[in-house]
Structures are given as structure tokens and as C-alpha cells.
């Protein structure tokens, strides 16, 4: 089953930094549009990521477990609203392109976990 997503980010957490790619609508038809945004890792900042990730109408987002780090995000996250926060392990990343390079629409197939 293929599962299509019009406004998407990728998360990658760090432990003094988040970078997200956001992949949008482009400004002509069938086009896309991503932006790289980063963020400081500190206390209040993942809700005011989550907020601008809101405000650019991303309704899904993913990013990889990091241990530690991915917790405080997530949680702040999930308690936004988004349609789905989605933490998956690096073996499930590695088999999937990165968000700026996927084509348009982005495509995201569940894996199933043994």
C-alpha cells in the first residue's frame, strides 16, 4: 500500500540541535518546495518548532530515534495536533531516501517490524 503526503518533515535531533527538512506544494503546479530549518535544542524550543511546523500546514513528521535526545521533541510534538509523529529506528531511514530528495508527492510504505 502507498500512502501519499502533501506537506511533510523529516527530523533529525542532535543533542544541541534539530534540523528539519520540510517538503511543501511549490508555488507552480506539481512542483515541490523544501526548506531546511534549524532549531537550538533547549527547553521551549521544540514547541516552538512544532508551532512553525503547524503554521507551514505539515500534518505528518518523522524522525529518527536518538536515543535520549528524540524524547523531548517527540513529546512535544504529539501533543500539536499532527495528523501523525512517527519515530522510527535507523535501519528503517536507511532504506528510504532522504526527505529533500523524494519526488512529489512523498511517498511513505510502512515497514513491517519483525
Excluded: N
Excluded at 503526503?5 to 506539481?30: C, E, L, T
Excluded at 504529539?78 to 528503517?92: K, N, R, S, Y
Amino acid at each position: 500500500m502507498k500512502v501519499m503526503y502533501d506537506r511533510v518533515a523529516a527530523i533529525d535531533v542532535h543533542k544541541d540541535m534539530v534540523k528539519v527538512a520540510v517538503r511543501v506544494p511549490g508555488a507552480k503546479r506539481g512542483t515541490r518546495k523544501t526548506d531546511v530549518l534549524e532549531f537550538r535544542a533547549f527547553y521551549g524550543v521544540p514547541e516552538e518548532m512544532g508551532r512553525e511546523l503547524r503554521r507551514r500546514g505539515v500534518t505528518h513528521v518523522v524522525m529518527e530515534a536518538s536515543g535520549v535526545y528524540t524524547d523531548p521533541v517527540y513529546y512535544a510534538l504529539a501533543g500539536l495536533g499532527f495528523t501523525e509523529v512517527l519515530v522510527t529506528g535507523p535501519a528503517d531511514l536507511s532504506k528510504t531516501p532522504q526527505v529533500a530528495r523524494l519526488p512529489s508527492p512523498v511517498h511513505v510504505e510502512p515497514q513491517a517490524h519483525a
